[in-house]
């Protein structure tokens, strides 16, 4: 089953939209994917899983083509799904990006594990008929994806760019977000709470704290068409349910995941930016020494955004082999 919603909230987002591209220096192809991503968050569609609860997502690419699912990162919304819209239809793909409980459109989930993650993505699919699929997390999304592979049998391959990984991998400053999210949350809602405002009401300041908070080669993608997608993510990823479940899903980082890397035995393969200032590439080294079937890549010169946005013919493959 399915739902659209319609009304005052297509109004904020075309808005943004219009401002974020005003006087940027865009290509056609660009504008299409803003164009897209400021269409997906108007009209969303959602599936009702079995307790009820509504599931925001994105059907993008060739509509006939091979699924393959994308998992957004933090803090997106299912919108994140117009980035992959022209490699899909390039490669013959629908891609479908599904929200997690309480982003975008998705009803908030309170309480929830890391390994609640994939009964949802099990009923998604269902609800698609979609059989089984390769899976990609991007950032936040990485230990969703793995999840899944570990406990789903319909999940027959995994990529993870530049994904978050267990906090051992790390010292404690490297840390410390996802720590204050589990044990001071109203100082991190408070923080959430302004950089969504800021995004939604000064658009390219918010770019230029993000330039200055990235690794000198992602600058150029920040500024460009995907940092305005991001702000169209991050402004829908809050809008409908607060960034109460922003927190909870930095606290959720912060915690045990519940499964062994071990568990997962399907082929597994990794991107990581050695200069990524966002997920520090230690996390990507730990997966890699502890997921039994990884296959691993990882460039000296490249960040978060640049990791993905340079290896996007790579992902595709390795997801798509065989």
Do not use: K, Q
């Not at 009304?7 to 939209?17: F, M, Q």
């Not at 989930?109 to 998604?124: C, E, M, Q, V």
């Not at 991190?188 to 000198?216: G, I, K, M, Q, Y």
């Not at 520090?280 to 990791?307: C, I, K, N, Q, W």
């Amino acid at each position: 089953m399915t739902r659209e919603f319609a009304g005052s909230t297509a109004t904020v987002v075309e808005d943004l939209h219009e401002r974020l591209v005003a006087d940027a220096d865009l290509d056609d192809d660009e504008r299409r994917m803003l164009a897209l991503c400021r269409d997906l968050a108007a009209r969303p569609e959602t599936v009702t899983l079995p307790d009820g609860r509504a599931l925001g997502y994105a059907d993008v690419g060739d509509p006939a083509g091979r699924p393959v699912v994308v998992l957004h990162g933090f803090p997106n919304a299912r919108n994140f799904g117009a980035l992959f819209d022209a490699a899909g239809r390039e490669h013959g793909l629908r891609v479908l990006a599904p929200e997690r409980p309480g982003f975008g459109v998705s009803d908030p989930s309170p309480g929830r594990a890391l390994t609640d993650w994939p009964a949802d993505l099990d009923a998604f699919a269902d609800a698609l008929d979609l059989g089984t699929v390769p899976v990609l997390g991007v950032s936040g999304g990485g230990p969703y994806a793995l999840a899944s592979a570990a406990r789903l049998d319909r999940v027959e391959r995994v990529g993870v760019a530049v994904g978050v990984g267990p906090m051992t991998a790390v010292g404690l400053r490297r840390r410390l977000p996802y720590l204050l999210a589990r044990y001071l949350p109203p100082l991190v809602r408070h923080r959430l709470r302004s950089e969504a405002d800021r995004a939604l009401a000064e658009p390219e300041a918010h770019l230029e704290t993000r330039v200055a908070d990235a690794a000198p080669v992602d600058a150029e993608y920040w500024r460009g068409a995907v940092g305005r997608a991001m702000v169209l993510n991050h402004v829908e990823a809050s809008r409908h349910h607060g960034v109460g479940p922003l927190v909870d899903e930095l606290a959720i980082y912060a915690r045990p995941w519940g499964f062994d890397l071990a568990e997962v035995d399907v082929p597994v393969h990794l991107w990581y930016g050695e200069a990524d200032r966002i997920v520090p590439v230690d996390m990507g080294y730990h997966l890699a020494d502890r997921l039994p079937t990884a296959e691993a890549a990882f460039y000296p010169d490249l960040g978060h955004v640049s990791t993905v946005a340079e290896n996007d013919d790579a992902i595709v493959g390795a997801l798509t082999e065989g």
